[in-house]
């Protein structure tokens, strides 16, 4: 399989992000009077955006005042900003799958749920040594993922088939965008969520380690 790119989701993919959000979180509910979850729950609140994390951390009764919960989010947002590099670190691998990538000539790129100016804000601090042709976040009038659109969008800025990517994320959400957007989907397992649900999102292969990849270049 000879692939000309590969499109990485961000947040328990490239970066393990998952204590810096669940503090955050844990925090806002703090501040609010609410019961805080542990970091295994998180796994589950993540990935589908943050206005989503927020809804699914707060107590069932709760997500119904839309005041309250426009509250909470703000908060977040609020809180994430000041905490989001406090922990959060590429997971171990990684720096090696993106050099060996880089010297092959394969383009990189990002498709992240979070917002789109907190994307390019952490992959600059984060992941800066490397360069990607396209980071994108969640942007007015573009869908989030599972919605393809993005995805598409970006192989249409490359100039190259989707068919030619390699997808790599940790979710249901990224299998799911890979399949809709004609992209050959990799499940990540050292991120936030388990095989099972990957393949049955449209996983083709899955993989333990991020040198598991290095078969791809």
Request: charged share 25%; aromatic share 8%; net charge negative.
């Amino acid at each position: 399989m000879n692939f000309k790119a590969v499109l990485f989701d961000l947040d328990g993919t490239l970066l393990d992000t998952i204590d810096d959000l669940a503090d955050s979180m844990n925090s806002v509910l703090k501040k609010f009077g609410f019961s805080r979850h542990e970091i295994e729950k998180y796994k589950y609140f993540v990935g589908d955006g943050m206005d989503v994390l927020v809804r699914r951390a707060l107590p069932p009764e709760s997500r119904c005042d839309e005041e309250l919960v426009s509250r909470c989010i703000q908060a977040m947002k609020e809180e994430y900003s000041l905490h989001w590099a406090d922990k959060t670190r590429p997971y171990s691998g990684i720096p090696e799958l993106l050099d060996a990538f880089a010297s092959e000539g394969i383009k990189l790129s990002i498709l992240s749920n979070k917002p789109h100016a907190p994307t390019i804000a952490v992959v600059s601090i984060m992941l800066s040594k490397w360069k990607f042709d396209v980071v994108a976040g969640v942007k007015n009038g573009v869908p989030r993922k599972p919605d393809p659109a993005a995805a598409i969008g970006i192989a249409n800025n490359l100039g190259i088939l989707p068919q030619d990517f390699l997808y790599i994320g940790d979710t249901d959400t990224d299998m799911k965008t890979s399949v809709a957007a004609e992209m050959f989907p990799v499940g990540a397992l050292w991120g936030f969520r388990t095989g099972e649900e990957l393949i049955n999102a449209g996983a083709r292969i899955l993989v333990k380690n991020p040198a598991d990849l290095l078969r791809f270049i």
